[in-house]
C-alpha cells in the first residue's frame, strides 16, 4: 500500500509485477496461483486501480518454455486467464536473460529464435483480447547484447517486422545498467523495432550485488526524452525503504518532461536538474525518516532500550546527505564519498608533507566519526523500516570508516589513535560495496 500511495503522491502511473521471489512468475510459470495466492494478487490490482494505477503483470516463460508445444502455448494462457479474470488489464511476456538455443522440436518449427518469440507474443496478445498495454521483453534487450550490433541484429530485425505493432519492446539503452539515455542514442532501435521503446531502467536495481545500494537521484536521462518513449519503468533497489528518493525524483524528471512538452520549462525554473530534486526528496523523507514506523507501514512497537547506541536523537539532513553520497550511483561516486576517496588518496602519498599531512588527516577522521555517528542515529531511530532495510550497508560504513581509520592512524605513526584500539570489535571482514578491504587500503588507491 505504501508504494501506491507515494506513486500516486508524486505522478507516477504504472506498477509491472514481476518479482523474481514468486516461483510462479518464472520458475514455476506453469503453475496457477492457489486461491491464498489470487487473493493477494487481486488486492494489488485493486490497490493500484484504487489510486490510478495501471497494474502490469509480467511473466517470465522463457528459461524451459517449448516454443511449439501446443500443451505449454495453453498453459500460457490459463495462467494469464487466471490473473486476467482477477481484474488486470495490462501484461508483459518477458524472455530476458536466457539461453539464445531451441530445442529440436523448435527449430523444425520456427526459423529463429525470435520468430518462437515472436509467434508466441503475437498469439497471446490475441488470446488476452488485444490490451491495450501488452510489454514485450526481448533477450537482447540493450546494445551490448545485440548481435553483431542494434541496426544489424537478425534478432531485433524479426522482432521489429513480425511483432504486432500495438505491442510495446522493452529496451534498458546502451547497456544493461545505461549512464545516460538520450533521444539520439534511441533512435537506432526504434527505427530497427520500427516503434518506439519502452525503458526498462536499471539505474537504481541493485539485485546483482547485494553489498551496493543506490540512493541517488534520477539522473543522466533528458526530460525531453519521454516524447521518444511508450513509457519508462525504473527497475528499484531490493530494500523498500532505499526506493524514496529514486522515486521522488522520477516523479520530478516526469513532470518536467510534461513541462518542456508545453513549453514550459525552457529556460526556467521547471527544468529537470538532478541536485534541486535531490533536495527535495530528502526535503520530504525527512518528514518520514524519523517517524516511529514498522517494516509495511504499521506504528511501531514500544521497546525496551535502544541497543548499544543509545539512540542519540533524530536523523538530521546532513546525515542524510552524507548517506546518500556514500550510496549515490553505479556509475558515480556522491560528494562524500568523493571527498573521502580523495583524502585517502592524498594521505597515502604526501605523508612527508607533515603539516599540511596532519590537517587533512584529521578531516578525514572527523568524516570517519560522522559515518559512526550515522550508524548510531540508524539504530536508534524511531523508525524502525528504515533500521531494518538499510542496517546491512550502515554497518559496513561504519566497519569501513573504523578500518580507514585506522589505517590513516598507522599511517601517521599512531599520533592519533592506537591501531589496536581502534580495531577493537571490528569484524575480521571490512568493505562496502563489495570493493574494498583493509589490506587495499595499504596497497592501491581503494573504492568505496
Same mark, same amino acid.
Given at each position: 500500500?505504501?508504494?501506491?500511495?507515494?506513486?500516486?503522491?508524486?505522478?507516477?502511473?504504472?506498477?509491472?509485477?514481476?518479482?523474481?521471489?514468486?516461483?510462479?512468475?518464472?520458475?514455476?510459470?506453469?503453475?496457477?496461483?492457489?486461491?491464498?495466492?489470487?487473493?493477494?494478487?487481486?488486492?494489488?490490482?485493486?490497490?493500484?486501480?484504487?489510486?490510478?494505477?495501471?497494474?502490469?503483470?509480467?511473466?517470465?516463460?522463457?528459461?524451459?518454455?517449448?516454443?511449439?508445444?501446443?500443451?505449454?502455448?495453453?498453459?500460457?494462457?490459463?495462467?494469464?486467464?487466471?490473473?486476467?479474470?482477477?481484474?488486470?488489464?495490462?501484461?508483459?511476456?518477458?524472455?530476458?536473460?536466457?539461453?539464445?538455443?531451441?530445442?529440436?522440436?523448435?527449430?523444425?518449427?520456427?526459423?529463429?529464435?525470435?520468430?518462437?518469440?515472436?509467434?508466441?507474443?503475437?498469439?497471446?496478445?490475441?488470446?488476452?483480447?488485444?490490451?491495450?498495454?501488452?510489454?514485450?521483453?526481448?533477450?537482447?534487450?540493450?546494445?551490448?547484447?545485440?548481435?553483431?550490433?542494434?541496426?544489424?541484429?537478425?534478432?531485433?530485425?524479426?522482432?521489429?517486422?513480425?511483432?504486432?505493432?500495438?505491442?510495446?519492446?522493452?529496451?534498458?539503452?546502451?547497456?544493461?545498467?545505461?549512464?545516460?539515455?538520450?533521444?539520439?542514442?534511441?533512435?537506432?532501435?526504434?527505427?530497427? @523495432? !520500427?516503434?518506439?521503446?519502452?525503458?526498462?531502467? &536499471?539505474? +537504481?536495481?541493485? %539485485?546483482?550485488?547485494?553489498? *551496493?545500494?543506490?540512493?541517488?537521484?534520477?539522473?543522466?536521462?533528458?526530460?525531453?526524452?519521454?516524447?521518444?518513449?511508450?513509457?519508462?519503468?525504473?527497475?528499484?533497489?531490493?530494500?523498500?525503504?532505499?526506493?524514496?528518493?529514486?522515486?521522488?525524483?522520477?516523479?520530478?524528471?516526469?513532470?518536467?518532461?510534461?513541462?518542456?512538452?508545453?513549453?514550459?520549462?525552457?529556460?526556467?525554473?521547471?527544468?529537470?536538474?538532478?541536485?534541486?530534486?535531490?533536495?527535495?526528496?530528502?526535503?520530504?523523507?525527512?518528514?518520514?525518516?524519523?517517524?516511529?514506523?514498522?517494516?509495511?507501514?504499521?506504528?511501531?512497537?514500544?521497546?525496551?532500550?535502544?541497543?548499544?547506541?543509545?539512540?542519540?536523537?533524530?536523523?538530521?539532513?546532513?546525515?542524510?546527505?552524507?548517506?546518500?553520497?556514500?550510496?549515490?550511483?553505479?556509475?558515480?561516486?556522491?560528494?562524500?564519498?568523493?571527498?573521502? @576517496? !580523495?583524502?585517502?588518496?592524498?594521505?597515502?602519498? &604526501?605523508? +612527508?608533507?607533515? %603539516?599540511?599531512?596532519?590537517? *587533512?588527516?584529521?578531516?578525514?577522521?572527523?568524516?570517519?566519526?560522522?559515518?559512526?555517528?550515522?550508524?548510531?542515529?540508524?539504530?536508534?531511530?524511531?523508525?524502525?523500516?528504515?533500521?531494518?532495510?538499510?542496517?546491512?550497508?550502515?554497518?559496513?560504513?561504519?566497519?569501513?570508516?573504523?578500518?580507514?581509520?585506522?589505517?590513516?592512524?598507522?599511517?601517521?605513526?599512531?599520533?592519533?589513535?592506537?591501531?589496536?584500539?581502534?580495531?577493537?570489535?571490528?569484524?575480521?571482514?571490512?568493505?562496502?560495496?563489495?570493493?574494498?578491504?583493509?589490506?587495499?587500503?595499504?596497497?592501491?588507491?581503494?573504492?568505496?
Amino acid at each position: 500500500m505504501f508504494v501506491s500511495v507515494r506513486m500516486q503522491r508524486w505522478g507516477l502511473n504504472t506498477y509491472l509485477y514481476g518479482p523474481k521471489d514468486d516461483l510462479k512468475h518464472r520458475l514455476l510459470w506453469r503453475e496457477v496461483y492457489s486461491p491464498e495466492e489470487e487473493g493477494h494478487l487481486r488486492t494489488l490490482i485493486v490497490e493500484a486501480q484504487s489510486r490510478g494505477l495501471r497494474f502490469v503483470y509480467a511473466l517470465s516463460p522463457g528459461q524451459d518454455i517449448v516454443f511449439s508445444s501446443s500443451c505449454d502455448l495453453t498453459l500460457l494462457k490459463r495462467k494469464l486467464r487466471q490473473v486476467s479474470d482477477l481484474g488486470c488489464q495490462a501484461f508483459a511476456i518477458l524472455f530476458d536473460d536466457i539461453d539464445h538455443s531451441m530445442c529440436q522440436a523448435d527449430s523444425e518449427a520456427f526459423s529463429s529464435f525470435a520468430h518462437a518469440q515472436v509467434t508466441v507474443a503475437n498469439e497471446i496478445y490475441r488470446f488476452l483480447g488485444e490490451p491495450p498495454v501488452f510489454l514485450f521483453c526481448p533477450t537482447e534487450y540493450c546494445g551490448s547484447l545485440c548481435s553483431p550490433s542494434v541496426s544489424k541484429s537478425p534478432y531485433l530485425q524479426t522482432v521489429g517486422e513480425d511483432l504486432l505493432p500495438n505491442i510495446t519492446v522493452i529496451w534498458t539503452g546502451s547497456k544493461v545498467i545505461s549512464r545516460k539515455l538520450s533521444v539520439d542514442c534511441l533512435a537506432e532501435v526504434e527505427s530497427v @523495432l !520500427q516503434r518506439p521503446p519502452l525503458i526498462w531502467d &536499471n539505474l +537504481h536495481a541493485n %539485485d546483482y550485488d547485494s553489498r *551496493r545500494l543506490f540512493l541517488g537521484p534520477f539522473k543522466g536521462r533528458e526530460p525531453q526524452l519521454r516524447n521518444s518513449l511508450r513509457g519508462l519503468l525504473l527497475n528499484p533497489n531490493c530494500e523498500f525503504e532505499a526506493n524514496y528518493i529514486p522515486l521522488h525524483t522520477l516523479g520530478s524528471w516526469y513532470r518536467a518532461g510534461k513541462e518542456e512538452k508545453k513549453g514550459e520549462g525552457s529556460g526556467g525554473k521547471d527544468e529537470y536538474c538532478p541536485d534541486r530534486a535531490l533536495s527535495a526528496a530528502l526535503h520530504d523523507w525527512m518528514d518520514e525518516l524519523n517517524q516511529p514506523l514498522q517494516p509495511g507501514g504499521g506504528p511501531r512497537q514500544k521497546t525496551q532500550g535502544r541497543g548499544s547506541c543509545g539512540g542519540k536523537g533524530l536523523l538530521s539532513e546532513s546525515q542524510v546527505r552524507l548517506l546518500v553520497g556514500l550510496y549515490y550511483l553505479p556509475h558515480e561516486h556522491g560528494p562524500s564519498a568523493q571527498r573521502l @576517496l !580523495q583524502d585517502l588518496t592524498w594521505l597515502k602519498t &604526501n605523508c +612527508h608533507l607533515v %603539516d599540511e599531512w596532519r590537517g *587533512r588527516a584529521s578531516r578525514f577522521m572527523s568524516l570517519c566519526e560522522e559515518i559512526a555517528e550515522l550508524h548510531c542515529s540508524v539504530v536508534g531511530g524511531a523508525n524502525r523500516a528504515v533500521l531494518y532495510d538499510l542496517y546491512p550497508y550502515v554497518w559496513d560504513l561504519r566497519n569501513t570508516a573504523l578500518v580507514a581509520k585506522a589505517f590513516i592512524c598507522w599511517l601517521g605513526e599512531g599520533e592519533c589513535l592506537h591501531l589496536q584500539s581502534v580495531l577493537e570489535g571490528v569484524p575480521r571482514v571490512w568493505g562496502i560495496m563489495g570493493e574494498c578491504s583493509f589490506t587495499k587500503f595499504g596497497t592501491s588507491s581503494g573504492n568505496f
